[in-house]
Every structure is written in structure tokens, then in C-alpha cells.
């Protein structure tokens, strides 16, 4: 077998196509998904928080919360974020690969964009730059498909950053992979002089090196470039290809008029010191054109700091047969060197290289492909210099009618997978449908993030660290999960709902601080948040005086106290309805103090958010405690509790209703309205309720956020084993099946909160359904065959307000109405 794949590659040599032996072979993934890079290897910038540190970056791993996410939204200009793997040695790096934050559903942030920026000693960074110039690589489209890009050129570097770009603020998360295999070359700069202009009659031949990435200005310093990018040109330098770029691209050229001397030196330095076996130059010889291979070549070597006195000195025969490119193999007679020195002699007006390797002690590719002792350097198998012996010759013959046979069988195949393909798909489409409802409790599980499960599979898939990936398409996408491939989820999370797509990318954030649901941070008004202007003042503790606990959470509790002075620290702006001397009613939310530094940094951020937030609907931030622990935010507090709690004293008894009709279509238009307010702001509340409403005098509403928090309301949340605590009945169907939070899908929740309000909160929504049946109900939307269940239309209920509650409850996002609409709509 090993004969054979030596033929194999014999064959491949023989074969007159464009070489791209480095680009084709170096396609392993290099171990953030097989694990083979350390954590401690993968940094970054910053990170949101402890479960989305740098190293969950990892492409198709779902541990912590599902990938990489940096502290603050990335802004369209600035690349401060980035997520930088150390690959603790030099790599040829041919191809990456992206993915965004899924967590089983509940993420959905991914980089559309992303640049690249690399580095051989950590200190100079580069940024790469495709053929044509452009630095910008177009990530992902959704939170689950990975991405693989082609590096056209190939990056050599240990240190990789990965920079989400954006063109507008927005909330990002990656996942990554790098393919390639490690540089055994060794090389690590060559300085040369600048290539050439070649000026022929018909056109001008541009031989500069374009993809240097060191300095250039009257030679080339520190940089790799077109001499190491693994494509070799092609043996008429006029032409140009692939690239659509101009002719000679592929080659870098001198000619003999700016070099008195006769040669061209070439300087190439090395990661350490090696054992060289040989160096081969891929050199064009188009004598027409007077363009020949070198006359002579005489290298020095540099061992520690000093230059070896005598140099090696090699004459290859001049050819004036042959007009191929080729490689020309230079012996380098097992030489010690950190660095070589070699002056190319002309042989005639021009000298075009196109690569130069060099082969060294280690530098084996340890491959099944490339066994070592084949007598052919393994990296070079397309060496056409190299002459097939006469022994080879019939092991190829053999080899040949084997390989015909092998293909013909993997025609064969081929062709018998794409029927069954096609057979299994229509099964599958008929099969899809029914087993949603089964696949849909198993969906719900996932978003829990179910680390056991999670990692066996991702066990399964690390195996291939040795399974390249070949597609050498600019785009080769992988589907993830059989959710993605419905046609209608597809479609469904490729649309806009009227909110911003931006809106939607944001992180979720289930469980406050205090276990209570924060304002989800869409990330254009972060930028609003990070102002200056945000005036909150700090509040003595002392001045408060507790009087009952509303609720508590994980990491907090929230009190119900009264506050002495409080005027004095407010804005004017803001009015209290009480004079000046009588204490005010507050809520004060308190961290405990053993909380980790993630819960006292998402705190931090709850009262960035909520000190922007100034609408007479929404409950106002008045003050905080942040100087010492307890960390306080004190807000707001109605006397009248909550609407959940007020609805139900006022309980129409008998055909009494101590509430008029429209008294509640009062409060619900104040809802209405603070939500239209939440919304122009792109802010989602994801947890729209009447317990999160609070009742002040003459039924003023105020939309607050604590009801998670209170274990009078625990029935209303659905928990699911490990983390997320959703409020389901409230939640849209794509909210539940996508993950996804927008304003629509608050104008669903406000649908049912409306309903809550009409039914005086005596029952739960959907209160004869259990938590699973609710889900199965969500999958009933999501089908949309007439099986679903709608919420009935409550005793006392005007049909006008049904209708509303009906709209919210459409199942596409954009049939819904906006808060607007529906303020007006109650207010009429
Ligand atoms: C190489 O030449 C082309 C064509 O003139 C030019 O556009 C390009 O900037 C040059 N590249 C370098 C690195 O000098
Ligand atoms: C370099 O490698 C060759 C072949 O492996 C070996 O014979 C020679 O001793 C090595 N040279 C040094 C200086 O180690
Ligand atoms: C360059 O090469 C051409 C062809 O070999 C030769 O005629 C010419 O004299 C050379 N010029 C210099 C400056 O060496
Ligand atoms: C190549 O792989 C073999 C086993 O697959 C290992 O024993 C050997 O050390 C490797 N050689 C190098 C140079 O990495």
C-alpha cells in the first residue's frame, strides 16, 4: 500500500496543473475542537463573562455558554476584541473555520465579519490580506452552520487572532478552528530586494511580491511572502490565472540590470538552529522571454551569531531545452544554520522564483499520505525534477490498474449515495412532521446546557484529527442540527421582525442577578449606556429602612424599604407625588455579598441599563449603594404591589366588577406604552407579565422587571434541570422552539398579559395545560396545521380586545403588531 500511495503521488507529480501541494495536504484541524490546543493557550481581549471566556472559543463545542463572547458589543470601527490561539510553534495555516453561539438554542450571536491577524514572535502582528487586498473575511449567516474560509495566502504563524467585525454595534460570539499543519520548514523571514517591473512589448509582467508580509521599500525585510505561500507558478510567467490578478503574480523577479554584482542575495532566517538536508527553488525558464533558472547559487550559513567562513557553492546546468518551471534542488550537505545567505547568479536578463523550501532534520510531514523514507521529500511530492526509476515503473503500472479499479468503485458509490440520499430526504420530510412533537421535549432540554451530553459528542467528532478537510471552495458550510435543515425554521430565522437584526444578537441573560430577568442589552444602545451622562447617585445605606422582602434570588434578595431624603438625590426632573419630609417607598435590590464576579458585573451592567431607562411607564432607578457591599439598586416601589396581586382583590364578584372595562384598557394602554418606549429603544424585556407591572395611585402602571424573583411566582417558570428559568406561557413560539427575543415576540407576551389582565390574573394562562404540553402547544404554532391553542376569550372581554390579543399571537413575527399600534388601538 505504501508503494502505491507513492505512485499515487508519482502520478499526481506528473499531472501538468497548477501546484498546490502545501494547500491541498495541510488541511488538519490543529485542535481547538479536538482539544489538542490548551485552554491556556487560547486567550482574548476580554470576555463577558467566566462561562464565555476565550476558551470556549472552541469550534463545535458546547461547554460553558456556548463559545467566546468579548466583554462589550463590537463596535463597526474598532477591533479591540479579538480571540488570539497560540499554537506554540510555527504552523501553515490554509484554512479556518467559524461558528457563532448556539448553546442549544438559546444563543444566537455569531461574527458576520471577521478579520485576521497573525504573528511568529508575538510581537510584530500582521494583518492578512487576501490576493486581491482585502482583509475582511465573511463570517457567519446564524448561530449554528460553521463557516471554513480558504486563506488565499496561506498564513505561517504561531500566534492567530480572530477579529469580529461589524457594521453596525452588535453583540458577537465565535467559535473557531485552524487548519493546516505544522511549518516544518522552519523559515521564518527572507529579505530580499523588491521584485521587478518587467516591461514586454505586448504588456508589462508585474514580479513584485504582493502577499509580503513584512516591510517593503527598496528591498523586503522580515516577511514571508509569495516565495512561501505553497503556489507554484506556471511555466508561462505571461499568464495570468486563478486569482484574476495580473500576469506573473505567482513569481517574483529581478532583473540582471539592477544588479551589478551579477546576483540577486537572498537572506532567509530560521525559528532555530537546523540540520539542513536541501533547499529547492522553484524557478521559471522561459528563455524566449530571457528568463532562465539561476547559473549559480552560493549560500553562507549562520550558526549562532557567526557566518561560516567557507560558503557552498552549487552550478545546476543551465537549460535552454526545456522551458518548464521547475524545481531546482540545491544540496545543502547537512549544514547547521539559524539563518542562510545565498547569492542566485543570472543566467540570463531575468530570474522569476516562485517558492523556495528547504528541508531540514525534522522537517518530515508526518502523514499517512507522505510516508517518511520514500527517498521523495514528502513536502515537495510533486517535484518535477524528481525522475521515476525504473523499479517505480512497474509498481506504477501495477498501482495504476488498482487505482482505476478504486475509482471506478468510488464512481460507483457515489452515484448510489445520491439515490439514497434523495430516498432518505423525502422520507425524511414525511417523517419530520410527526416526530416534531416527539423531538420537541428533547429540544426543550437542550436548553439546558447538558454538559454530558455535549461532550460525548463532541468526543465522537474530535477523533478526526487526522480526517482532512478538502473542499477547496470558498465556501464550504456544514449543516449543524436537523432543526436547522426545516425549510420553515430556516426561513423563520432568516427574517427581520421589524426590530433590528441587531436586536436580536444579543446575549441572553435568563437569570439576573437577583434571579430576576435583566433587560436583554441590544447593542446599539449600549453605546447610549456607556455615556457620560449617566447620573446615578450613591445613596447612604443608612437612610433605609427596611420593612417586608419581596423576593429573592440566587445570588440576591430584593427588600421593600422606605427612604428618607430621597428627594434630595433625585434629578428635578423627577417628581415625586409625596412632599418632601415623608419617607418614599422603594425597591432595593441587593447582591449578596459572597457573589461571584460575574453576578457583580452583570449587577453593574442591570444599573448601566436601567439608569438610561426614563419613561413614566417603566419603573425608575433612583439611586444605588455601590461603595460597599451589599451592591444596592434602588428603584421604584407603587403601593398598590403588583398587578398580578391588585387584579386578583379586585375580582369581579357576581355581575359587580369593582373595575370598569375602562379602567383595565387604562392600565393595559400604560403597558402599552411603556413598551413602546422599551422598544424604540430596541430594548427587549423577555419577560413580560402582569407580576413584573406595578399599581401605583389612580391606576398608574409602571413595567418593572423583579418577578422572577419572587417565589410567589415561581409556578409561572418553567425550569428546566441545570439553569434557564423561562416563563413560558408567556414566551412566543420562536422564543421557546429559536431562542430568539425580539420586540415581537414581547408583543406576544404583552398578548397574554393583556389576557391575564381581562381575566382578572384568576387563573395562569394555559392553566389546564401542564409545562410539557405547553411546549408541545409552541410546536402546534410552529406547524401551524390548526392544532394549536389559543388562549379562550375571557368572560368580561370586548371582542375588540381579543382581536388585539389574537394579533399578537400570529405566528409570523412581522403579521404582529407594533406597540404603537396597539397603544392606539387602546386608546380608541
Ligand atoms: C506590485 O505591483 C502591483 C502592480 O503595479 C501593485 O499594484 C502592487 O501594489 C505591488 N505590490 C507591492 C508589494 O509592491
Ligand atoms: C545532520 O543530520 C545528518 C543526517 O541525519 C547526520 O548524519 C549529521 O550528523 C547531522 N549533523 C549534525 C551536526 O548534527
Ligand atoms: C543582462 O543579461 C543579458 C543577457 O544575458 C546581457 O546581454 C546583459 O549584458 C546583462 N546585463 C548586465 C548589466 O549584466
Ligand atoms: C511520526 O509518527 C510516528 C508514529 O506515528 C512517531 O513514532 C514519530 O516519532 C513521528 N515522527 C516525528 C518526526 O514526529
Not at 506554540?88 to 458576520?112: C, D, K
Not at 517591473?197 to 513584485?208: A, E, F, G, K
Not at 454538559?451 to 477547496?472: A, D, G, K, V, W
Request: glycine share 6%.
Amino acid at each position: 500500500l505504501k508503494s502505491c500511495s507513492l505512485a499515487l503521488l508519482l502520478v499526481i507529480s506528473l499531472l501538468p496543473v497548477l501546484v498546490k501541494y502545501r494547500m491541498s495536504v495541510c488541511r488538519y484541524p490543529l485542535g481547538m475542537s479536538g482539544g489538542q490546543i490548551q485552554d491556556e493557550d487560547i486567550s482574548a481581549s476580554s470576555q463577558w463573562s467566566e462561562s464565555t471566556a476565550a476558551r470556549y472559543g472552541r469550534l463545535d463545542f458546547e461547554e460553558g455558554d456556548g463559545a467566546w463572547c468579548p466583554e462589550i458589543t463590537v463596535e463597526p470601527d474598532s477591533l479591540k476584541e479579538f480571540l488570539q490561539i497560540d499554537l506554540r510553534s510555527l504552523h501553515f495555516i490554509t484554512l479556518v473555520g467559524t461558528q457563532g453561539r448556539h448553546a442549544g438554542g438559546i444563543g444566537n450571536e455569531f461574527a458576520q465579519m471577521y478579520k485576521i491577524k497573525y504573528s511568529r514572535d508575538g510581537s510584530r502582528w500582521i494583518s492578512w490580506r487576501n490576493r486581491q487586498g482585502k482583509q475582511v473575511i465573511e463570517g457567519n449567516r446564524n448561530a449554528y452552520d460553521i463557516v471554513l474560509k480558504d486563506l488565499e495566502p496561506p498564513i505561517i504563524a504561531r500566534f492567530v487572532r480572530f477579529m469580529p467585525v461589524t457594521d453596525h454595534s452588535m453583540n458577537v460570539c465565535m467559535r473557531v478552528e485552524l487548519y493546516g499543519c505544522e511549518w516544518l520548514d522552519g523559515l521564518v523571514s527572507y529579505n530580499a530586494p523588491a521584485g521587478e517591473q518587467m516591461n514586454l512589448p505586448s504588456h508589462p509582467v508585474y514580479v513584485n511580491d504582493t502577499v509580503y508580509d513584512g516591510a517593503v521599500i527598496h528591498s523586503m525585510t522580515e516577511g514571508l511572502g509569495q516565495l512561501t505561500d505553497g503556489v507554484c507558478g506556471l511555466d508561462d510567467f505571461t499568464q495570468s490565472h486563478v486569482y484574476n490578478v495580473w500576469p506573473g503574480y505567482d513569481y517574483v523577479g529581478w532583473s540582471n540590470e539592477s544588479f551589478p554584482s551579477g546576483f540577486v542575495e537572498i537572506m532567509f532566517e530560521f525559528d532555530r538552529t537546523r540540520n539542513f538536508t536541501t533547499m529547492k527553488v522553484h524557478c521559471n525558464n522561459m528563455f524566449s522571454q530571457h528568463v532562465k533558472a539561476f547559473r549559480q547559487v552560493v549560500c553562507y550559513f549562520r550558526s549562532e551569531s557567526d557566518w561560516e567562513a567557507s560558503p557552498l557553492s552549487f552550478s545546476p546546468v543551465v537549460d535552454e531545452k526545456n522551458p518548464s518551471a521547475r524545481f531546482v534542488t540545491v544540496n545543502l550537505a547537512n549544514h547547521m544554520a539559524s539563518a542562510i545567505k545565498c547569492q542566485f547568479y543570472f543566467a540570463d536578463a531575468w530570474m522569476l522564483f516562485s517558492e523556495i523550501t528547504f528541508q531540514s532534520d525534522t522537517a518530515m510531514y508526518n502523514t499517512t499520505l507522505a510516508p517518511p523514507k520514500t527517498g521523495l521529500t514528502p513536502n515537495t511530492p510533486d517535484d518535477p525534477t524528481h525522475k521515476v526509476d525504473d523499479s517505480n515503473t512497474r509498481i506504477l503500472i501495477g498501482c495504476l490498474v488498482a487505482i482505476i479499479f478504486i475509482l471506478v468503485a468510488i464512481i460507483v458509490i457515489i452515484l448510489w449515495r445520491q439515490v439514497w440520499q434523495k430516498m432518505l430526504e423525502k422520507a425524511s420530510r414525511r417523517m419530520l412532521d410527526d416526530e416534531l412533537t416527539a423531538s420537541l421535549s428533547i429540544q426543550s432540554e437542550t436548553f439546558a446546557y447538558n454538559h454530558n451530553q455535549s461532550s460525548t459528542t463532541s468526543e465522537q467528532e474530535s477523533n478526526s484529527t487526522y480526517e482532512r478537510i478538502f473542499p477547496l471552495g470558498p465556501d464550504y458550510q456544514e449543516p449543524s442540527r436537523l432543526i436547522c435543515k426545516l425549510p420553515e425554521f430556516a426561513q423563520s430565522s432568516e427574517e427581520p421582525d421589524g426590530v433590528p437584526h441587531y436586536a436580536e444578537a444579543d446575549i441572553v441573560n435568563l437569570q439576573g442577578v437577583t434571579g430576576s430577568n435583566t433587560y436583554a442589552i441590544p447593542a446599539v444602545t449600549m453605546d447610549l449606556l456607556s455615556g457620560k451622562d449617566v447620573v446615578v447617585e450613591e445613596f447612604p445605606r443608612k437612610l433605609l429602612t427596611f420593612k417586608e422582602k419581596l423576593g429573592e434570588g440566587q445570588f440576591g434578595e430584593v427588600h421593600l424599604c422606605e427612604a428618607e431624603g430621597m428627594q434630595e438625590f433625585m434629578n428635578k426632573e423627577f417628581l415625586f407625588d409625596i412632599p418632601e419630609d415623608q419617607p418614599v417607598l422603594v425597591a432595593v435590590k441587593m447582591l449578596r455579598s459572597d457573589a461571584n464576579k460575574n453576578a457583580r458585573n452583570d449587577f453593574l451592567k442591570e444599573i448601566k441599563i436601567m439608569s438610561r431607562l426614563k419613561d413614566p411607564n417603566i419603573i425608575r432607578l433612583l439611586a444605588v449603594c455601590i461603595y460597599s457591599d451589599p451592591l444596592c439598586m434602588i428603584t421604584e416601589y407603587m403601593e398598590n404591589g403588583d398587578l398580578n396581586q391588585f387584579l386578583s382583590r379586585h375580582e369581579p364578584e357576581g355581575q359587580l366588577a369593582l373595575l370598569s372595562n375602562a379602567n383595565l384598557c387604562h392600565m393595559a394602554a400604560q403597558i402599552a406604552s411603556g413598551m413602546k418606549y422599551l422598544s424604540s429603544l430596541n430594548f427587549v424585556h423577555r419577560d413580560l407579565a402582569t407580576r413584573n407591572c406595578l399599581v401605583g395611585k389612580n391606576y398608574t402602571i409602571k413595567i418593572a422587571d423583579f418577578g422572577m424573583s419572587r417565589n410567589l411566582y415561581s409556578g409561572d417558570y418553567y425550569r428546566i434541570q441545570g439553569r434557564a428559568v423561562l416563563p413560558i406561557r408567556w414566551m412566543s413560539w420562536e422564543s421557546i422552539l429559536l431562542g430568539k427575543f425580539t420586540t415581537a415576540s414581547d408583543v406576544w407576551a404583552f398578548g397574554v398579559t393583556l389576557w391575564e389582565i381581562l381575566n382578572f390574573c384568576k387563573e395562569q394562562p394555559y392553566s389546564q395545560l401542564t409545562d410539557e404540553q405547553v411546549i408541545e402547544n409552541t410546536g402546534e404554532f410552529f406547524r401551524d396545521q390548526k392544532r394549536q391553542i389559543y388562549l379562550p376569550q375571557p368572560v368580561l372581554c370586548p371582542d375588540s380586545l381579543y382581536k388585539i390579543m389574537l394579533s399578537c399571537w400570529r405566528r409570523n413575527t412581522k403579521e404582529r403588531p407594533s406597540f404603537q399600534e396597539i397603544h392606539r388601538a387602546l386608546l380608541d
